[in-house]
């Protein structure tokens, strides 16, 4: 049998150049918690056992992690002692001589090809670690080499200045062979300047006891640790570029990649064309040969192939788009599907609601879903015809090829094929225009006769009352 590997996760540290109230590892990038990116990897690269180690009381990064990854182990580690104590935390996750994969889980962009190269390099040496050329080496743990070999791997604080100028650094992702990693890990003591159980000093011990270490370098971009808010949205720069040429290649048309945010689940069918500035939240898919139009958000919701959506529209979670859709400008769409070829081309909000196939919503319809306190469903069927302007009080069905006059305000279930008219009978009052013109021609008494009427007490309100009553009169 292959030999087996457990990924363990550190999220101990506490996070507090994050200024949050919300622990570190799950500040979201592309929409996701930093750990779930990490854990993502860790899972692709082919780990067998998921192991997190969190601080003390963290319930709510041991919860976002069970979540995420369900099987996950999670374990605490009571002391923040540094990152060997650290891993030694889990160890019972490696108990049975698993090979040990450590990542960090404030390091969100590691792809899993790098972690499988590193797990790979464990078929030469008991350590591998994964390094980069850091434009700025401060603050990194420096790779010392000799004859192009790792020797050992030494902190910052604790570095020669000779040793400060190596530029080739630590990116905190090692694999421990899983015949040594437990000797090794206990061997480790706390003799630097921190008082600190390094897990860098793995390295120098596998080479004194002669098992060999390795380096496999990756570009520094993918190795970024997030401390802060603007590494946060570093590392989210780098992830949307990553997520929008992966797009570009699987054939979607990207008018402007830099102003079109996606979610790291975005899913695209092919020949797919985004519009500039929108914005996929999170669990959005695609069909093929769809059209996002300008300044659109989309957040939970499926968009049938060849459906058009936007400019300017608004897909909520729940929003289901059947085949040939089309979602127009100022359009809200929540928890309702619309079927095949239905329209809502302007100015609506639909939901709660099913629409059936081919059913055109005019202009300013609005579900009415929620009555303060319950949200309650609209039904309508094939081929309706929803008239601009109609308010469908909820709960209400609406049948197939109904028709809805505009401006109805519609409370009631309305049977396939018929008509339904909510709202006030139009009154034409014949030549009143001509008779209201003659009026004020013949007698100006009359018009300073007609505010003196009003049943208004102060002064003030009587000149409103006479000056509506004027522009009322030249319509
Ligand atoms: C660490 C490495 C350094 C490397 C750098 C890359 C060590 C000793 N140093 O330094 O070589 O260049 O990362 O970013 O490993 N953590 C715990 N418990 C602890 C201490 C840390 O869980 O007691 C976790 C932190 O949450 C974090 C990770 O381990 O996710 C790294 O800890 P941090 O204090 O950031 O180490 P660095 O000083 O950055
Ligand atoms: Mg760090």
């Known amino acids: 049998m292959a030999q087996r590997t457990t990924v363990v996760v550190l999220a101990a540290g506490e996070g507090t150049r994050m200024k949050s109230a919300l622990p570190k590892v799950l500040h979201c990038i592309a929409a996701k918690p930093m750990v779930a990116h990490v854990l993502a990897a860790a899972r692709a690269c082919g780990a067998d056992r998921l192991a997190l180690v969190a601080g003390p009381g963290r319930e709510d990064v041991a919860a976002a992690a069970r979540q995420i990854a369900p099987g996950i182990s999670v374990f605490t580690q009571h002391e923040r002692r540094g990152t060997a104590h650290a891993v030694l935390a889990a160890r019972d996750a490696f108990a049975k001589g698993e090979n ?82 437990l000797s090794l890990l206990s061997a480790i003591d706390n003799r630097n300047r921190k008082q600190e159980f390094y897990l860098t000093d793995a390295v120098a011990l596998a080479v004194s006891r002669n098992l060999g270490a390795a380096v496999i370098e990756a570009p520094e971009e993918e190795v970024m640790g997030v401390n802060d808010r603007k590494q946060l949205s570093e590392a989210e720069a780098v992830l949307q570029k990553r997520l929008r040429d992966a797009a570009m290649d699987a054939g979607v048309t990207l008018t402007a990649p830099e102003t079109v945010f996606l979610s790291a689940d975005t899913k695209f069918g092919r020949d797919v064309v985004v519009e500039p500035n929108v914005v996929f939240g999170p669990g959005v898919t695609i069909g093929d040969n769809v059209t996002i139009r300008a300044f659109s958000h989309l957040e939970g919701a499926t968009v049938g192939s060849n459906a058009r959506v936007g400019p300017f529209a608004r897909l909520r979670p729940g929003a289901k788009l059947a085949a040939e859709v089309h979602i127009g400008n100022f359009v809200e769409v929540k928890e309702a599907t619309l079927g095949k070829g239905a329209k809502a081309n302007h100015l609506a909000y639909i939901g709660d609601a099913s629409v059936g196939e081919g059913t055109n919503i005019g202009a300013g319809t609005i579900t009415c879903n929620y009555d303060g306190k319950n949200k309650h469903r609209t039904e309508i069927g094939n081929r309706a015809f929803i008239g601009t302007n109609s308010s469908l009080v909820a709960p209400v069905k609406i049948g197939d090829r109904a028709y809805i006059g505009s401006g109805s305000v519609i409370v009631a279930d309305v049977p396939a094929d018929a008509l339904a008219l909510g709202r006030g009978r139009q009154f034409v009052k014949k030549d009143w225009a001509k008779q209201q013109a003659q009026g004020s021609k013949n007698g100006s008494k009359q018009k300073k006769a007609a505010p003196a009427k009003q049943k208004t007490g102060n002064k003030s309100a009587k000149r409103k009352a006479a000056k509506l009553g004027k522009k009322g009169r030249k319509r």
């Open 100 to 181: 040990v994969l450590v990542l960090f889980g404030d390091t969100p962009l590691l792809r899993p090809e790098s972690l499988r190269e590193l797990r790979a390099a464990l078929s030469g040496a008991a350590v591998a670690v994964l390094g980069f050329r850091a434009k700025n080496p401060r603050g990194y743990g420096r790779l010392l080499t000799e004859n192009g070999k790792l020797v050992a791997i030494r902190e910052e604080n604790d570095a020669t200045e000779a040793e400060r100028a190596v530029d080739l650094c630590n990116a905190g992702v090692m694999a421990l062979a899983g015949k040594h990693a």
